[in-house]
Each structure stands twice: as structure tokens, then as C-alpha cells.
């Protein structure tokens, strides 16, 4: 049998001994992140991405080899095992292959074939797949199988008829041919059932056909709502007559005698009770496989376009959670994320208090030199931005932005907030999640269950631990890029760093509370339950900001201190080949020393654009079509994206009006919290609030 080295050699593009060098550091304990960054020397330079698929393709494949091993010895068992099945065993590359090839020798307890079989009518079934006699010469056959549990002829055959449709339905290549014609040509046909809402989600699927070959991720997982809210029913179709037809021409020979009519009979109960069914039921899984993985891949790069967000860096910053009759409440934070203050204020319908609101807002921007204010993006949004903008023009210069407040109130309920905030009210707490969205998108988002976080689509209907897994990934790999600040860093963001779980999260977030801030990266090594080997997976993407060692604010790993000290003792450091071998380390490891020590405390977020702050605000009845506005991006689909406009509601752009050259995917020209300087408006319902956008032309 081929060993996992060779198999996964066949399916990576990694050679044997890179892939040795990995499955060697893994069992080690070694995170994906630590050998990414400070193993380069033995992966050939992967990084993070490809070393997940690896891991991916590596798990597969085990569990691959462990299956092959298992039916092996079940096989061998039973006796059942010759050189033949042993090879097709050997010879399968995918585990659906190798069920296909197995399918035949499983045990059957409660089908219609195996209480044929008990009766005794297997070889009755041998001679009608022979096919030789006349149906006349068959029946008088069958009558010597009458006896005990077969009561007459008519018994006998359709046992043996079971038999033979049973064993075409286990045939490997049959079910591979059905599974190709599904796969090219077969239809997913959608109706409405007697629950459809006319003019509900689903209206455009009441009668809906298409190919399955080319249906996107994000309608079959709106039709698969569909059908879990019981308004649209769902099946896979092909020209079953046309595969009858040429089941008939393979099968039936011309010599065969008039019993080969009772044989496609037995072909033809095989393929609608058993076949199809199985490869339909297989098909539906597959679509939703593929469609999970597409959405959960689309929520990844929205994902980390959003935790990538640049913070904002020093400044004093007031977060609003609008409402209209419980009233829009305001929360303070320092520019380290710290809580300071809180209050309500009424200044929207039906209430309308703006004098008493406006004073409410001087005072603690007076008392906490406030410098921006984060708006949610919820109820009341819309007002909430013109009672902040009337202040502006009143004289209170306090500029603004919107942020999503989606999953805020998740966050505010959640135990992460009660351990933060325990004598806070949870609407208090919501406010504060929204002004951290602006001071820190990536630690405050962390603490956010991911289908909550209002990015992607369908996120709702996907595999949850597949989500949960996708954004536990991209946040360790921004981590590993960005780096974590222990002294400040939450412990939901902490959690995430490489060999640091959960609860050694808390106890450094504990440590730093008693015993102060951090000093240097070795001092994490007082920190209850933080060992030698969590330390060496962890060092090289914490940062210590102001701390005793320059070295401890950059991504050099403590292992290589040495060699970064040593470099100071070179005028010219271009000949990295040289100096390599001279210092005994790996030359991919010293470009990266001499990368961080030319920006020590970088963060790559501070190259990218910030949200931009704003005084004005946009009505929508003062638009008309062709009127030029701009905007932030606020999420990112298949089919196109969401834009706030500084409206109540986001205006979006489809992909057609996109770019003028064709786009495979929105995420080719757009980013999450990008900001778009000019859109045109190109459709407005004012009834609705939708407004139509493009980008072709401006």
C-alpha cells in the first residue's frame, strides 16, 4: 500500500522531503503560524494558507490510509480478498473511489437483495444475468427455487430481479457514470410548495431550472433555505429515458434469449429505487459542500479585509448605539480601548430632546477631549448621523463615521462582555463594541461569534464549525502578520496567538492586571501555564511595545536574538548569502531579522487607508439618478456589493456595474471597509429605500 509520504506527495505540490520536514514538526506540537514564520529553512519557504491545505490534504489522506487498512482486514477476513481488489484498493485516490470499490462486499442486513439471498435465490439471479434462456426456460427454472419462504414463481424471479438490481447499483463504474451525467449535464429543478410566499425571499425560485454544473455557491444555498423553510421543494433531474436507452444497448446483447427482458426490468428497478436516489443524495451533499466551502472562503477574505482595518491610534473616541424610544446610548473609551463613561440621550423620535442631548455630548467631550464618534449602522442610524451633524454645524466640531454594529448585541450578552464589563449594562456594553470597532476592529471583532459579524453571505446556513474553524485560521494568520501587544491586547485576541489557548489568555490578561505590564517577551514565562514550548510558539508574534529590548517589538523570534545582535557588527548587509553561512542560520530567516529591525514596531495595517471620519450627511430624496456620492464598503457577495451611503439602508453595487471589463467575483475590485470616493447612482425606490450603484464610468 502506498505510505502517506507518496500519497501525499501525488496530491501536494510539496516534494517528500519537505513534506517529511512538516509531519516531523507537527508532531513536534509546532502550530502552523510558529513554522510558517520560523521554519522556512525546512517547507521550502510555505506560508500559512498553503500549510493549512496541507494539513487539510494530510488529514484526508490519513484518514484515507486508515480506511484502506480497516476494509483490508475485513476483507481478508471474509476470505474475500485476491490480488485484483487488493490493487483497485491500493489504486484509490479518493475515499469515494474506495467506498464505490468496497460497496459490493458490505454486509446488507434489511435490503429486499440480502432476503433474497437468505432465501436461498442467488443462484437463480446468477442464471438470469446470463441472460440465456427464454423467459418460458427461466420460469420453469425459477419453479425449483419454490420452497420454504418463496411461495411461488413469480417470488423467485422478482427476489432474483432484486438481486441483479442491487448488484448493478453497487457496480463502481456505474455509479462513476451516473455521478459524470449528473455532474454535466443533470438539472436542479425548484418549485413552490402550498407554503410559498408569493412575493417572500424565494419569489424568484416558485419555478426555477438549472444546470448543476453551473449553478453559483450563493443561489443553491438560497434554495436550500428555501426548501428548509418549506416553501420550494427541490430535486435533481436527467433524461432518464435517454440513459435507459443506452443502459438497454450495453446491456442486452443481441444472442441473449427473450429473459433479458426480466433482466432490464431488474437493471431498470436498480437504477430508480437504488442508484439514483444514492448518487442524488451523494450530488446534494457534494453542492453543499462545494457551496460551503465557496461562501466560507467569500467570509474569509471579507473576514480579514475587515480585521484588517487600520485602528485608530490615539485618540479619545465615543461610541453611539442609535435607538429611537429606549434612546441612543454612548460609551467612552481611552485610546487603549479603556472604558471611561457612559450615557443615554433621546435626541431622535419620538422624544426629539436635541438641547438636552447636545449638552449631554459637550459635557464628555469636554471632560474626555473626545476627538470621533462611532455611529451603528442600526435602527435609527440615519437620525443619530443628523443630530451629530447638526452639532457640527452648530459649532461642535466632533467628527463622525458609521460603522456595522452587527453582532454587537450578540457581544453585549455574551460571557466574554460579563467578564469584561460584569457591572455594565449589556446596551452599555453594545456601545462600547462599537466605538472599538473603529479604535481596533481585529481585538474587538474577535470576541464576536462569526456568523454574526454581518460579512459574506448565507453565513447563517454553512457548516458552523467550518466557519468557526475559517475564522479561527484567519485570524491566527493576521496575527502572525500584524502581532499581538501583550500589555494591551484582549484576551479574546490573545487567545488567538500561536500556542496560546483560552484560559492562558486569561491568566496573562490576570498576570499583567497584578503584576503590571510585561517588560519583556521572557517574563511571559511567569505566567501560570505558559511553558517552554507555548513560549517558543507564541514569542515571535507578541510584542512588547515599550519594553527593555527593541528586539521584543518586532517579529524576530527570541531563538534568533543572537543573529540580530550580531548584525551590528555589519556595515553592508545586501550579501544575505554570505552573512548567512557566516552566522549559521538559514538565509530566508535572516532576510526576515533584517526586514524587522529596519521597522521595529511595524504594523502593515498602518499602510492601508483609515475610515474616513465625516460632518454631512445623505438623504436619500435628495438623490437622483446619475448623482455622484461616496461611500464605505460595508460587505461583499457573489453577486455583488454592499455600499453605506449614508443612507438608512446600504445602497449596493451588482457585479455587472462593477468594472467595464468582465469580473469573475466583486472581491477581484472591492474590499470591505473600503472607501469609495465616487459611485453614481444609477436606480432609486424611495418606497423601498434601495438605491442602485455603479462604479463603471466614474
Not at 597 to 613: H, N, Q, Y
Not at 688 to 697: A, I, N, P, Y
Amino acid at each position: 500500500m502506498q505510505n502517506l509520504t507518496v500519497l501525499l506527495a501525488n496530491k501536494t505540490t510539496l516534494n517528500p522531503e519537505q513534506i517529511t520536514n512538516i509531519l516531523t514538526l507537527l508532531d513536534k506540537g509546532d502550530t502552523i503560524p510558529f513554522i510558517a514564520r520560523y521554519r522556512k529553512e525546512l517547507t521550502g519557504g510555505a506560508d500559512d494558507e498553503q500549510l493549512r491545505v496541507f494539513h487539510d490534504v494530510y488529514l484526508s489522506a490519513k484518514r484515507l490510509l486508515e480506511r484502506k487498512e480497516e476494509i483490508l482486514h475485513i476483507l481478508k477476513e471474509r476470505e474475500q480478498l485476491d490480488a485484483k481488489l487488493q490493487s483497485q484498493i491500493d489504486g484509490a485516490q479518493t475515499m469515494t473511489a474506495l467506498e464505490d470499490i468496497y460497496r459490493p462486499y458490505k454486509e446488507k442486513k434489511n435490503t429486499r437483495a440480502s432476503t433474497a439471498i437468505r432465501q436461498g435465490l442467488e443462484p437463480l439471479a446468477n442464471i438470469l444475468q446470463s441472460a440465456k434462456l427464454s423467459q418460458e426456460a427461466f420460469a420453469k427454472e425459477a419453479s425449483r427455487f419454490v420452497r420454504g419462504e418463496v411461495t411461488d414463481v413469480a417470488h423467485a424471479i422478482k427476489g432474483a430481479q432484486d438481486i441483479i438490481a442491487e448488484r448493478y447499483a453497487d457496480r463502481p463504474k456505474e455509479r462513476e457514470i451516473l455521478r459524470e451525467m449528473i455532474q454535466r449535464h443533470g438539472m436542479i429543478e425548484v418549485k413552490g410548495t402550498k407554503k410559498f410566499v408569493e412575493n417572500g425571499s424565494f419569489k424568484n425560485y416558485k419555478s426555477h431550472a438549472e444546470r448543476v454544473a453551473y449553478i453559483p455557491s450563493h443561489r443553491y444555498l438560497a434554495i436550500k433555505r428555501g426548501e428548509k423553510e418549506k416553501e420550494l421543494s427541490v430535486k435533481l433531474t436527467i433524461d432518464t429515458e435517454r440513459y435507459l436507452e443506452t443502459l438497454k444497448r450495453y446491456k442486452l446483447k443481441e444472442w441473449m434469449g427473450s429473459s433479458k427482458t426480466l433482466l432490464f426490468e431488474a437493471y431498470k428497478d436498480g437504477f430508480k429505487r437504488l442508484l439514483y436516489p444514492s448518487i442524488e443524495r451523494e450530488m446534494f451533499a457534494l453542492l453543499k459542500e462545494k457551496a460551503d466551502h465557496d461562501a466560507i472562503s467569500v467570509f474569509g477574505k471579507n473576514m480579514t479585509q475587515l480585521f484588517m482595518t487600520p485602528p485608530i491610534v490615539g485618540k479619545v473616541l465615543l461610541g453611539a448605539d442609535p435607538a429611537f424610544r429606549t434612546g441612543c446610548k454612548l460609551a467612552v473609551i481611552d485610546a487603549n480601548g479603556t472604558y471611561l463613561d457612559h450615557a443615554v440621550i433621546y435626541p431622535v423620535p419620538p422624544r426629539n430632546e436635541y438641547e438636552a442631548s447636545r449638552d449631554v455630548v459637550a459635557k464628555l467631550v469636554k471632560k474626555y477631549h473626545i476627538q470621533g464618534v462611532a455611529i451603528g449602522n442600526g435602527t435609527a442610524s440615519n437620525e443619530t448621523q443628523a443630530f451629530f451633524a447638526k452639532l457640527n454645524s452648530d459649532g461642535l466640531t466632533l467628527p463622525y463615521t458609521v460603522v456595522s454594529e452587527a453582532g454587537a448585541s450578540v457581544y453585549s450578552a455574551s460571557s466574554i462582555a460579563s467578564q469584561e464589563y460584569p457591572d455594565l449594562d449589556v446596551t452599555i456594553r453594545g456601545a462600547i463594541s462599537i466605538a472599538g470597532r473603529l479604535r481596533d476592529p481585529m481585538d474587538t471583532l474577535v470576541k464576536i461569534d462569526p456568523k454574526s459579524l454581518g460579512i459574506g453571505q448565507y453565513q447563517h446556513d454553512v457548516d458552523q464549525k467550518l466557519l468557526e474553524r475559517k475564522l479561527h485560521e484567519g485570524v491566527e494568520s493576521l496575527v502572525n502578520a500584524v502581532g499581538v501587544d501583550v500589555n494591551s491586547a484582549s484576551a479574546s485576541l490573545l487567545s488567538y496567538v500561536a500556542g496560546i489557548g483560552p484560559k492562558v489568555a486569561e491568566n496573562i490578561v490576570k498576570h499583567r492586571e497584578s503584576a503590571g505590564a510585561f517588560e519583556s517577551k521572557k517574563s511571559l514565562l511567569n505566567v501560570k501555564g505558559l511553558g517552554a514550548k507555548a513560549y517558543e510558539q507564541a514569542a515571535g508574534f507578541i510584542r512588547i511595545r515599550d519594553g527593555k529590548s527593541i528586539f521584543d517589538n518586532t517579529g524576530i523570534h527570541p531563538e534568533s536574538y543572537a543573529v540580530a545582535q550580531a548584525l551590528a557588527h555589519y556595515d553592508d548587509l545586501s550579501d544575505t548569502q554570505r552573512i548567512a553561512k557566516e552566522l549559521n542560520v538559514g538565509e530566508p530567516t535572516l532576510k526576515d531579522i533584517i526586514k524587522e529591525l529596519a521597522k521595529p514596531g511595524f504594523d502593515p495595517r498602518e499602510e492601508l487607508p483609515t475610515i474616513p471620519f465625516k460632518q454631512g450627511l445623505t438623504e436619500i430624496e435628495h438623490l437622483k439618478e446619475g448623482s455622484i456620492v461616496s461611500g464605505v464598503v460595508r460587505n461583499i457577495a457573489d453577486f455583488g456589493a454592499f455600499i453605506d451611503i449614508g443612507l438608512k439602508n446600504d445602497g449596493m453595487i451588482h457585479i455587472s456595474e462593477m468594472s467595464e471589463k468582465r469580473i469573475k467575483h466583486p472581491l477581484e475590485v472591492l474590499s470591505v471597509n473600503q472607501c469609495l470616493a465616487r459611485i453614481e447612482v444609477i436606480s432609486i425606490d424611495v418606497e423601498k429605500g434601495k438605491v442602485g450603484l455603479s462604479l463603471k464610468g466614474v
